[in-house]
C-alpha cells in the first residue's frame, strides 16, 4: 500500500520539472478562438507509461499512443479538445498519425517518440488540418510559463483548468513531479476516466514507471466517479526524463517508495480536482471506508456510495438521507455484515451497526452544505481502508449533458 | 426463449383473476390522510412465487416474506407505503411480523400465510400500531373493485398508479393474471427494482410457478432501469389461487409456455409503466439490441444504454449523440466488435460500423420528443437480442431526490 506523503506543493503544473515545455494555442476546434491544442516537450527523450480507458470502444488517438508508451519511450504529446476522434471510423488512426507526424516534424524529433490525446464530441471525423496549421504556432510558444495555456486548451466542459506540482527529495536529489488534467464529464472508476498528463525529472525506467502508475492510478483516477460513464479516450501519461540527475530508481526500493507518495499526491490531487469539477457539481463528495475485510471490498463500497445517484442528489439538497449510503454500500459487491456499519457525515453519527441512531438534523444539514462533504464508513467487518470522491448530482449537470453538442 | 404473446387485456388490476379482493386504506404514514396500506386476499390458499432484491442490504418485511413464500403457500400480502422498514434494526422484524400477525387475525387466515412489504423512507422505525390499528379498515373493504384502491395506496413517489391484466386460454379454459406495480426511484435490473404483486387463478404449483416468476423477471423487471440504485426493500410477489379450474400446469409443456406468455405480458406491462414514471422523467425509452453473442451480452448491452446517464441527459436534451450510445454499448462488458454496431433512433440510422453516418438532425431530434423514444442496436457480432426500458435524466429527478424526506 502506497500512502499520501506531504511533500513541498510548488507552481508549474506540467512544466514544473526539468527539461519540460508546454504551450497551449487556439487551433479553431472550439467556438470563439479559444486554446484548443496543447503539446508537451521534453528536452530529452522520456521513459513513458501510461493507464488507458477500458471501454471496448476505444477512440483512435489511444490506439496509436497506447502502440507507442508501450516501445516505452517518448518526448512529446500533443491533444486537442473539441472532438474526441472516437468512432471515426477508417480515418481515424491516420488522422491521430498525422497529428503525431505534424508535431515530430516540426519538433525535430522521431514521429514515433510523439504521443496524441484528443477530447471532445464523439463520432466527428477530426479537422485534423486545423490542428496541422496550428502545430507551428504550439511548438514555436513551447515555453516553461505556458503549462498554464497547455491545461487551458485541454478543457471541455471543464470550469477551472488543473494543474498540481510537488517537489521531493530522494538519496539528497531534489525531485519535481508535476501534471495537469481534464475531465468533469463521463468520468467513473475502471481505469482512466478522463485526461492526465504527467511530467517529471526523476530518472526511472519505463517498466518501473509503469509500475508505480498502475499503482497510484488505482489509488486516485480511479477512485473518481462523476456519472458512472467511462469514456472511450481517457488515458493517464507519465513521462520521466532524469534531469534530475538522480540514481536510476528501481522497483521496491525506498527511493521508489518516496517516488510513488510524490506521484499518488500528484494524482490524488489532479483527482480530485475533477470530482469537484464534475458537470454541474456544487461540492466535492469524499467518501472513506474503513472496517473492508478486503482492499477490494473497501474500493467498491466507497466507490458505490459516490456514484449513487440518489445520494449525489440527496448531498445536493442537503437532505441526511443515510439510508441512501446504506443501500449503495448493500448493491456494492462488497461483503460486509449488514448490521454492523456506522455511518457519520463529518463528525455526526448518522447510523450504528446499520440502523438508525438520534442525530442532529440541522448540524447534519450545514455538514452537507460544506465543501468537500466528508462521510466517513466503518463496515466492521475487517481491516481494509479506501477513499473514493464524487461530487453532487445537480439541475446542472442535467443542462450541461441535455444539449452538449449544442 | 419466452417471447411476448398477444392476449385479451382486460382491466381489474390485482382482482381480476377469480378468488381475488384487494383494498386500500390510510394508515396514516403519508401525509394528508392518502391511501397507504394495502392489502390483498385469496379466497383459497394459493402457490406463491416471488423474486427479491440482490441488495445485501435487506429490508426486514422482506426476510420474513421470503421466508415464507420459500414454503410454497400464501393466501394474502399485506404493504404499506411511506416506511420502508429497512435499516430499522431489531425492531424490524417484529415490526414486520406484527404486520402479518394483525392481518392473519382479521382475515382468520394462519399468520403463515400472510405475506408483507414495505416501501419508503429507510431507516426509520416502523410506526407499526399504526399499521395494525388501519388493518381493520383494510380488511373491512377488501373487494373486487378496491384494485384500484390498492394499487394507489402502495404509491410513493408514483405519479401513476400501474395496473394491468390479461386473460388467455389454456387448454379451453380462461385464465387471469392481473397485477399491480410500484417504484419510479432506486430502480435498477438486479432484481427486483420495485414492489410487484401478480395474481393469477390458475393451477400451477409454487415450484413450477417459481421458475416461470424467474424467467419471466430476467425479461421485464430485471430490464428496467431508472437511476442505477438497487433497493433494499425491492419484490416480485406472484399468488396463483388455481380458481380457474385447469388442469395443473407443470413444467416444459406448452399449457407453461402459453401461462409463461401471459405472465410476460403483465411483468412487461408493469415494468414499462414503472420506468416510464421514472423519477422526473418525460419519456419512455425502450433500447433494443440484437446481434449480440449471447443472451447475456445482448441484456448487458441494452442495460448500459438505458443506464446511462449521458445518454439519458441528452435524451431529455432531444441531442442525438449516438456516441454516447456507443460509448454505453462499450464500457456495458458486452463483448462485440466496436467496428461493427448500427444505431437507429426510430427509423433514422446515426451510425453505422461503429462511426458516423450522414443523418437529418432535426428528424432525429424530432424522434427524441416522442414518447416513448426507441433505439436499435445491431452489434453484428452474434444472433442474441435483447430489450430494455429506461427514462429520461431530468432537472426534476434532482429536484424529487435533493427533498425526498422533507
Redesign the interface.
Known sequence: MVALGSHKTIAGGVTAALGFLASGVPAGLKKDGKLDLALIYSEEPASAAGAYT?????AAPLELTRSRVAEGKAQAIIINAGN?N????EKGLPDAREMARRAGELLNITEDYVLVASTG?????LPVEKITSATPAATASLSKENHAAASQAIMTTDLVPKEYAVQLIIKDQIITIGGMAKGS??I?P?MATMLSFITTDAAIDSETLQRALKQVVDLSFNMITV??????NDMVLVLANGLAGNEQIKADTEEYGLFCKGLLEVCTALAKMIARDGEGATKLIEVNVTGAPSQRDAAMAARSVT????FK??V????A????I??????SGA??D??RPDIFIGDVQV?R????VEFDEDRAAALLAQDPVQIFVDLKSGDFSATAWGCD???D??????????
Do not use: E
Open positions: 477500458t471501454n471496448i470502444v476505444q474526441a472516437a468512432c471515426t471510423g464530441v464523439i463520432g466527428v471525423p464529464g463521463m467513473h475502471n456519472d458512472g460513464d467511462t469514456s472511450t456514484g449513487s445517484n440518489l442528489a440527496a445536493f439538497g442537503r437532505d438521507n443515510w439510508g441512501r446504506l443501500c449503495a454500500l448493500g448493491y461483503k460486509f449488514p448490521t447510523a451497526d446499520g440502523g438508525a448530482l445537480t439541475y449537470y442535467v443542462r450541461i449533458n441535455g444539449s452538449y453538442r449544442t
